[in-house]
């Protein structure tokens, strides 16, 4: 099986910066688009950021400028660079990876348990 485990999370002021990282682990063959989505209380699960393999990046309109995705494909690790910080980031984030297990395999995604981002005004 696949997991994936957030890590960087926590309460920041408003302008300041947090870095979450999330790196995959177990019988991985290989990974293709990874992403981070957040949720806000009373609120849908959303798109932030994605990149995929070949290291194209997708961005939601609110967080572009201000956050960046990034990989490390040797560690299976995905990052988000979070800057200047609103307090309607506050939420909790999701990394999600879209994982191959052997060559060949279908593909299949798999999310981590989420960790809380906790913007003050």
């Known amino acids: 099986q696949v997991q994936l485990v957030e890590s960087g999370g926590g309460l920041v002021q408003a302008g300041g910066s947090l870095r979450l990282s999330c790196a995959a682990s177990g019988s991985i063959f290989n990974i293709g688009t990874m992403g981070w989505h957040r949720q806000a209380p009373g609120k849908q699960r959303e798109l932030v950021a994605a990149?995929?393999?070949?290291?194209?990046?997708n961005y939601a309109d609110s967080v572009k400028g201000r956050f960046t995705i990034s990989r490390d494909n040797a560690k299976n690790t995905v990052y988000l660079q979070m800057n200047s910080l609103k307090p309607e980031d506050t939420a909790v984030y999701y990394c999600n990876a879209v994982v191959r297990l052997k060559f060949g395999g279908p593909w299949s995604a798999y999310w981590g348990q989420g960790t809380q981002v906790t913007v003050s005004s």
């Open positions: 990149i995929t393999s070949g290291e194209t990046t």
